[in-house]
């Protein structure tokens, strides 16, 4: 694929697809990226060239997983994977980034405010803080990608998750083995149903792998998971 002049690589067909009106937003994140995010270490150059491929339609795809009008907090967002991408592609969502590191903060501050994506809100912090789980928490949807093996990542994230609502974490050729390995720890620790996911059969090759975990609704003379 030939490079544009300031470093992201023009957009594939399954993007003008995949983001119809909004695909001038989702290019312009790309190349802040590809060029801020290189510069400041959030992602690697090599990964530039499949900026499209392997980030951005990969993420993007999981919006058809998510109902209008969702309240959705992406854990460990990053450099905004899905986070960001989730709120260009779906407007209509109430997307909450959760990142520690106060560099990559910046970052999301800075894609907010250029994109001017209202509906983007920004928290710093552990999704395993207290601070965290009062102001995000009773999420309908709660997404990870790249953040950690599946059995931890469902023991940080429920909990932000309301009763009957769904952890999407975004995984790669393990998701089999994960899920297999980890599935008594994840009802443990109030999860159930859970379901490998593939996004964007035809849009994108290959599609994106989603693990689902519904959180368990527990009755009110039991309390609350």
């Known amino acids: 694929m030939i490079m544009s ?24 994140y790309g190349e802040k990226l590809a060029t801020d995010g290189v510069v400041r270490g959030l992602i690697g150059p090599h990964e530039v060239p499949r900026l499209w491929e392997r980030h951005l339609l990969n993420c993007g795809v999981i919006a058809e997983l998510l109902g209008p009008g969702l309240a959705v907090v992406d854990v460990g967002s990053g450099a ?8 260009i592609a779906r407007p209509d969502l109430r997307v ?40 995000a928490g009773g999420a309908d949807v709660v997404t990870a990608r790249a953040v950690a093996p599946l059995e931890r990542l469902a023991r940080i994230c429920l909990p932000l998750v309301r009763n009957g609502g769904r952890l999407l974490a975004v995984k790669g050729e393990s998701a089999t083995a994960e899920v297999a390995q980890s599935r008594r720890s994840i009802e443990r620790d ?36």
Do not use: M, N, W, Y
């Open 5 to 28: 002049d300031r470093g992201l690589p023009p957009p594939p067909t399954a993007a003008v697809v995949l983001f119809g009106e909004a695909l001038p937003l989702i290019a312009a």
């Open 80 to 87: 905004g994977l899905p986070g960001i991408v989730l709120a």
């Open 96 to 135: 909450t980034l959760v990142e520690p590191l106060a560099r990559r903060v910046a970052f999301l501050e800075e894609c907010r405010d250029a994109l001017e994506l209202t509906t983007l809100a920004i928290l710093r912090g552990r999704a395993e803080e207290p601070a965290v789980a009062s102001e």
């Open 190 to 225: 109030g999860g159930h149903q859970i379901t490998i996911r593939r996004c964007g059969i035809g849009t994108v090759d290959p599609p994106a792998t989603v693990v689902e975990v519904v959180r368990r609704v527990r009755s009110a003379t039991k309390g609350r998971s």
